[in-house]
């Protein structure tokens, strides 16, 4: 069952040998070194990286991405699999460049210190960062050169270039160019009496030097050597397709632009033609407004323009680009060969979806497995209200179907018993059916309360636009709570029954999202527990209104309480290993950053608790340290769905707390966003969430561990015959369906040691 090779390096000779291999080495293979780390320096930054307990958040990410990228490997995928993920490592990449890059540059343009988590300060880090990306897209472009690209004929498909037409498929090709590519094309030039064009980020850019010198129009211009800039439209499709026999040709754009670009220049000889893309810094923040309903939206509109034209971060260009362009690119934008990445294959493999999209490859996707309705759903014959009123339900998404939630909102919008439907938005689907629900509810004269996260990243426009829409609808609408981004994912609707009214509640992990519901893992509770709705109810008062909250029955909020909360619970666990009782700590996440939580899992450890963590993409703790962390294990599982359930699991002496949760431990979501930790109480409910830990345990096909080193290993199925594939992106199906043994996180108990370090306090400083 091994996807690919796996990751093992040892500690300090292998950081060494890893950072010497990250040297910035040229991709078209050349002897330039100009852009390497100096071999001195590869030294200090190993023994930054390997001394300090913590792993860098950045470059923890980047080793996310290579698992995504492991799957590209795996010959048990089809071809389309493997380059659906190969797609997804090059969207990561450019988020990764937008945002965490573009932080790094906030420190260095604005002269700000900032020491990363490995101990480097801002400039050897990105030299290292920067470094370390390098080597994962020359790993991208040899996976797509070597492994991928060999076997598109054998799928009869080909990406072409110009040179492998026929003359008559030519001829058809400039025609699509000459009708509906030319009209779309603006040279734009830069010299001395022309500005320097604003170039759109994650677009194909063609770079042209010309000399005008032999022509009579420009005979009085005494710089005759001049640079245009072509960018090609978005909004065209990357390929053309050609259909030659039972095979398809995709021709990239760009082949057919620089075959016609003559065109555009005419009595004026072309020195060059260089293909290149940018990313731009689009990690902004706000300044305060005192008039939060129009000031902050504004100024919220303002930003996403700004994005539009920050800082260039990074570029891509092909190989033998003209030298003097990519000179004054560099001096134009302040950048450096650390910036550049030279490509000798296709340029953003984002654009391969269109290929994996095609009709005539439907079929080679991995098919959906259609979602489970809960037992109880059917028992009642689909009446959601009277299966959430008898007893809580916890929804695995997308095992289970996103439906009822859906349903709920949608039967409440229509029900002339309900009241009032309050939630938080933080994303939502392009044609949403819960703000067609919110609508439909506030023409039925319900009160809707929605708040809107509109600096929910790169989803603000559309979050404007659906607030906006909501609010001339009769809706009553917030706009986010001051500077904190409110990341929870809460629902209430007021119902009246008889001579009663009843409050529906759904707590989650995951957004009102019904497209996502299908591709990411996430857990959803429906009560009428009337502690969850009292709790919820209070909190939808307090970020509504001037309310203070009181303490909650079984809600923890940020940003007032949820790392001190969850200090105690891993005090608790310390304690009890220390008093010889029961202890252990199973925590699910997409990313484990927070400091002062990783500290107190490691005085844990030391305690005696044993730690199992469950974090698919960043993790800062570094397991496996002697005399720090040997208790604990932390793996990651990357497959078919994104991973993205927010799960805490406290042994507490034989009485399981087990929570739900938005929230990762992160900074920013303990001291900048308003997030809720949602403790499950039922027993069916508890039972469930502990058995999604205990499969998420025993995946062997797509679990990876992390090593002390900060390497990933692949787990791999025994030898023994006794030993199955485990794979919990279709187990869970069948799970689901029919429910399974008892889950046991924890068989074997602690024994009790001492802590080694003394207890930081409780109560921390929210600036780290």
């Known amino acids: ?174 025609d699509y160019f000459d009708y509906t590519i030319y009209p779309m094309l603006t040279p734009m030039l830069f010299d001395h009496t022309h500005a320097f064009p604003v170039l759109i980020a994650k677009t194909l850019i063609f770079g042209v030097v010309t000399d005008s010198s032999r022509s009579t129009l420009f005979s009085e211009d005494s710089e005759t050597k001049k640079i245009s800039f072509v960018q090609i439209p978005g909004n065209l499709p990357r390929f053309y397709t050609i259909e030659r026999n039972d095979e398809l040709l995709f021709l990239p754009i760009e082949e057919i632009v620089r075959h016609e670009i003559k ?34 939206v504004d100024e919220i509109k303002q ?75 059917k028992e009642k014959n689909n009446d959601i209200f009277e299966v959430v009123r008898e007893k809580d339900l916890l929804l695995h ?25 309050k939630l938080t938005i933080y994303r939502l689907a392009k044609k949403s059916r ?32 659906e607030a906006e829409r909501l609010q001339r609808a009769g809706c009553f609408v917030i706009y986010g709570i001051g500077w904190y981004k409110t990341h929870t994912k809460l629902m209430l609707i007021v119902r009246k029954e008889g001579n009663r009214v009843v409050q529906y509640a759904h707590l989650a ?10 591709l990411y893992t996430d857990i959803g509770l429906l009560t009428t527990n009337p502690a969850y709705t009292k709790d919820i109810s209070e909190f939808f008062n307090v970020i509504t209104g001037h309310s203070q909250p009181v303490d909650y029955r079984y809600l923890i909020t940020s940003p007032r309480d949820m790392r001190r909360r969850l200090i105690e619970l891993i005090r608790n666990e310390a304690s009890n290993a220390q ?36 974090i698919r993409g960043i993790c800062c703790l570094r397991p496996g340290r002697q005399h720090l962390s040997e208790n604990i294990t932390v793996r990651s599982v990357v497959g078919l769905y994104l991973e993205h359930a927010r799960i805490f699991y406290f042994h507490n002496n034989g009485e399981p707390r087990v929570y739900g949760s938005s929230a990762d431990i992160m ?46 290993s692949k787990v791999k199925c025994s030898l023994t015959p006794d030993d199955q594939p485990i794979n919990i992106h279709k187990m869970f199906f069948e799970i689901e369906e029919n429910g399974s043994e008892e889950a046991n996180l924890f068989a074997q108990q602690n024994a009790p040691t001492e802590i080694v370090s003394e207890e930081t306090p409780i109560e921390t400083e929210t600036n780290q």
């Open 667 to 712: 900074v920013r979501s303990f001291d900048k966003r308003i997030e809720s930790m949602f403790e499950l109480v039922d027993d069916e409910v508890k039972k469930h969430a502990i058995e999604i830990l205990y499969y998420n345990l025993r995946d062997n096909v797509n679990a990876y561990e992390l090593q002390e080193d900060g390497s990933y």
């Open 509 to 518: 992990s995951g957004n009102y999202n019904e497209d996502t519901a299908r």
């Open 434 to 465: 819960v703000t067609q629900a919110l609508l439909k509810a506030a023409e039925n004269g319900k009160h809707v309360s929605a708040l809107f996260e509109i600096k929910a990243r790169f989803d603000e426009e559309n979050n404007i636009r």
């Open 303 to 377: 930003k996403i323009k700004s994005r539009r034209l920050g800082r260039v971060v990074y570029m891509e260009i092909e190989a033998n680009a003209n030298e003097w362009l990519v000179n004054i690119l560099q001096k134009r934008w302040e950048i450096d060969k650390y910036n550049i990445f030279v490509d000798e294959c296709l340029i953003d493999y984002t654009c391969l979806w269109q290929i994996i999209r095609h009709p005539e490859f439907q079929e080679e996707l991995e098919p959906i497995h259609p979602p489970v309705s809960p037992k109880r759903l």
């Open 1 to 174: 069952m091994n996807k690919g090779k796996a990751n093992e390096r040892g500690s300090k000779g292998s950081l060494f040998s890893f950072l010497n291999g990250l040297v910035g080495s040229t991709s078209n293979k050349s002897d330039d070194k100009s852009s390497a780390i100096p071999e001195s320096k590869i030294s200090r930054y190993a023994d930054s990286i390997e001394q300090s307990n913590y792993i860098s958040r950045d470059l923890s990410w980047l080793k996310f991405n290579e698992r995504v990228l492991d799957q590209t490997r795996d010959s048990n995928l089809n071809l389309f699999e493997r380059l659906k993920f190969l797609a997804i490592t090059s969207s990561n990449l450019d988020e990764f460049f937008t945002i965490r890059l573009g932080s790094l540059y906030n420190y260095l343009d604005y002269h700000k210190e900032r020491i990363d988590y490995s101990g480097l300060r801002e400039i050897p880090f990105r030299k290292a960062l920067l470094s370390a990306v390098r080597q994962f897209c020359q790993e991208q472009d040899r996976i797509f050169d070597e492994e991928l690209k060999p076997l598109f004929k054998s799928h009869k498909f080909q990406v072409v270039k110009i040179s492998d037409l026929t003359s008559n498929e030519l001829t058809e090709v400039v």
């Open 397 to 421: 998404h997308p095992y289970n179907n996103f439906e009822p939630v859906l349903q709920l909102l949608e039967r409440a919008a229509e029900d002339p018993d309900v009241l009032a439907i």
């Open 579 to 614: 008093q010889g009782l029961p202890s252990g700590i199973c925590i699910k996440l997409n990313s484990l950053e927070d400091r002062y939580i990783i500290d107190e899992l490691y005085k844990a450890s030391q305690a005696g608790v044993r730690i199992k963590l469950i």
């Open 263 to 296: 065109k555009l220049y005419r009595n004026v000889e072309i020195q060059s033609v260089s293909l290149f893309r940018i990313v731009r810094n689009g990690d902004f923040t706000l300044e305060e407004s005192d008039d939060i309903e129009s000031d902050f």
